[in-house]
């Protein structure tokens, strides 16, 4: 039972436009979200989070959006940028208790000039 | 260094052997995590050590695969008589816990011949 998906396993973008990555979860305990960046051959690397307590997160280029009735977070990158081209990994967690993260299957984003 | 490490980076290894990935984590952080990422699949948890807690093995897939964290530190994932199934990317992370940031290895490369 998949608690956290991505249905779009990849994403072609123009250059300079908005990437929009969404992100569906099943679990009404998870009150903790995160986003990952992955390249080739590298571990992901965190990119930002966001807490059940707001609805947006936003840091440069980086926004996240929670919609918590309807379970379901985004992440908007503008402008797009030639390096935004990775895999992004949508993860999930309950902020107050001792308990693990579990990822998404990702979604492939590519850049496109 | 500062980050978290893996050893091996690669290993390939004949159908029915035993392999042993190793993960040093961040000092200080008292979470540590393994989750592998198969060929065109998303991360796949396996096991979750936080601090004294018996660790969460829900995710491991079968019985010929176990973990151990040894003083709160470092954590060996053991792979007994591996299959061609078990080839993937294994890869540790740590935290701080309470459903902190992940910090991820560069992962362990499994090729199983």
């Known amino acids: 039972d998949q608690q956290v998906k991505q249905n779009s396993p990849s994403l072609s973008v123009q250059e300079g436009r908005i990437s929009i990555l969404n992100c569906d979860y099943t679990n009404s305990m998870f009150d903790y979200f995160l986003w990952y960046k992955k390249y080739p051959a590298e571990g992901p690397t965190f990119l930002i989070s966001?807490?059940?307590?707001?609805d947006k997160n936003e840091d440069g280029r980086f926004t996240v959006f929670l919609n918590k009735s309807a379970k379901h977070l985004s992440l908007h990158i503008v402008p797009s940028q030639p390096g935004d081209s990775a895999v992004y990994f949508c993860?999930?967690?309950?902020?107050?208790?001792?308990?693990?993260?579990?990822f998404g299957k990702g979604t492939r984003l590519h850049i496109l000039p | 260094g500062a980050g978290v490490s893996q050893s091996p980076s690669n290993k390939v290894t004949e159908k029915g052997k035993d392999v042993e990935l190793r993960c040093d984590p961040i000092s200080g952080h008292t979470a540590l995590y393994w989750y592998r990422q198969s060929l065109g699949q998303g991360l796949e948890f396996l096991i979750y050590?936080?601090?004294?807690?018996?660790?969460?093995k829900s995710g491991l897939p079968s019985d010929r695969f176990s973990a151990e964290r040894t003083g709160g530190s470092v954590s060996t994932l053991t792979i007994q008589r591996t299959q061609q199934e078990d080839s993937a990317v294994y890869l540790c992370?740590?935290?701080?816990?309470?459903?902190?940031?992940?910090?991820f290895g560069e992962g362990s490369r499994l090729t199983v011949l």
């Open positions: 966001i807490s059940s307590i707001k």
């Open positions: 050590f936080q601090g004294n807690s018996a660790p969460d």
């Open positions: 993860a999930a967690s309950p902020m107050n208790r001792d308990d693990k993260i579990i």
């Open positions: 992370a740590s935290s701080l816990g309470l459903a902190g940031e992940l910090f």
